[in-house]
């Protein structure tokens, strides 16, 4: 009896432990992804810096192209994982539209960009299409019912008599 009181004491250490051990392990990981961030953002300011040669905070298209031009920064985003084979393309995927880069609009467009597709992406991506491919099909209908109109309309337009051609009837 006493032997089977060790046991099961020795069990509750044993699993006690082990929850306050899982316990850490997420917030180790929680502490990792931080630091990760941390380092990133570093990383990225450094590159903004380097990059924004005119000092105005914001990187044009000439600055991109050339930093990019430089085959260490070429390297070093492909080893983060960035595609850098399409310079325009990836220029455009972090410009917000005014034609150039500030360094909020980098780091954001280096998280979405950096690593494999997501499958939140792929999902985001495939729900878009179905709106746009759904509204295609609306416009289409739209413009083959005004087709059939103007179809009709001018088939109209033949078959009715014009005020001349009915005084040439009547006088005739």
């Known amino acids: 009896m006493v032997g089977f009181a060790i046991v099961k004491v020795i069990t509750g250490v044993f699993l006690h432990e082990t929850f306050k051990v899982a316990a850490q392990d997420d917030e180790i990981l929680i502490m990792q992804k931080e630091s990760g961030n941390r380092t990133m953002t570093a990383k990225m300011h450094a590159f903004f810096i380097e990059a924004d040669e005119s000092g105005d905070g914001l990187v044009s298209w000439e600055e991109f192209e050339n930093i990019m031009a430089q085959e260490r920064v070429r390297h070093w985003l492909a080893a983060l994982d960035i595609e850098v084979a399409d310079l325009v393309r990836l220029f455009t995927l972090l ?59 001018s088939r109209r337009k033949q078959i009715e008599p014009t005020p001349t051609t009915c005084r040439d009837t009547i006088w005739s």
């Open 95 to 153: 410009d917000d539209g005014d034609g150039t880069i500030g360094f909020q609009e980098l780091l954001d467009g280096v998280h979405q960009l950096k690593g494999p597709a997501k499958s939140v992406d792929i999902v985001t991506m495939l729900l878009e299409s179905r709106k746009r491919d759904r509204l295609l099909h609306m416009m289409d209908a739209k413009l083959d019912g005004l087709r059939q109109q103007i179809v009709l309309e």
